[in-house]
């Protein structure tokens, strides 16, 4: 059962470097998610996608793009990468219309020097 | 807006101790509540939940009841274990036109030593 998978699990890059996180699920679920973990800050919601061919910011977008390439994948793009931007990133999907279970992927760290 | 507020932590115990994780949450329409951990080196799972007042979730020993008259959602386990070492994080579903959009806390480092 493989669920969520991200990747690259880990990643360092130099400011202004570019890399494209991928994700993909294999549950079916319409609903993909991106969320990035600091500490003392929880999960932060960058973009989410309802369904196929849809997708809205969350609470902190501003430096990354998204793409739901297919109803599997939801990939997250660092256009010009900052410090600001070392965090652990968390891919998630849901399959219900009216719940709040998530399913997480193993996480990818993310370090810009 | 929607806010979910728990303890700070570390929490650091014995083995075979109390545990109580203190969450809050803004009372805004009818919410699901949820507890998700993190153990080291690996994504959320859910935990445990409750989508109504008065409801109790419940898995691994660990229980959570969901209070609206205090708007607290608190995570407890009689007698911890070193296994149980993880992050844990209470979250607000609100539901409706939310599209699934959980508010997380800041999370709470459980520490269980033997």
């Known amino acids: 059962n493989a669920g969520v998978t991200q990747t690259p699990k880990f990643q360092v890059l130099k400011t202004g470097q570019s890399m494209t996180l991928q994700c993909a699920q294999d549950?079916?679920?319409?609903?993909m998610y991106w969320y990035r973990q600091d500490p003392g800050m929880g999960l932060r919601l960058i973009y989410y996608?309802?369904?196929?061919?849809?997708?809205d910011k969350g609470e902190v977008p501003n430096g990354y793009n998204v793409s739901r390439l297919n109803k599997r994948e939801f990939s997250l793009r660092l256009e010009s990468a900052a410090p600001s931007q070392t965090s652990v990133y968390f891919c998630?999907?849901?399959?219900?219309?009216?719940?709040?279970?998530?399913?997480f992927g193993e996480g990818s760290r993310l370090t810009v020097l | 807006g929607n806010s979910v507020t728990q303890m700070e932590g570390p929490v650091t115990l014995s083995e075979e101790a109390f545990l109580t994780i203190n969450c809050t949450y803004t009372?805004?329409?009818?919410?699901?509540l949820f507890w998700y951990v993190q153990y080291p080196g690996e994504g959320l799972q859910l935990l445990l939940k409750a989508t109504k007042a008065d409801d109790k979730g419940s898995n691994k020993g660990f229980e959570a009841t969901y209070r609206k008259e205090t708007t607290s959602f608190h995570l407890e386990k009689g007698s911890v274990q070193v296994s149980d070492s993880a992050v844990y994080f209470c979250?607000?579903?609100?539901?409706?036109?939310?599209?699934?959009?959980?508010?997380f806390g800041q999370g709470t480092i459980l520490t269980v030593h033997p």
């Open positions: 998630a999907s849901k399959g219900g219309v009216n719940t709040g279970e998530l399913f």
């Open positions: 979250a607000r579903y609100a539901g409706g036109t939310s599209y699934g959009k959980l508010t």
């Open positions: 549950m079916n679920h319409n609903s």
């Open positions: 009372a805004t329409g009818y919410p699901s």
């Open positions: 996608s309802a369904s196929e061919g849809t997708t």
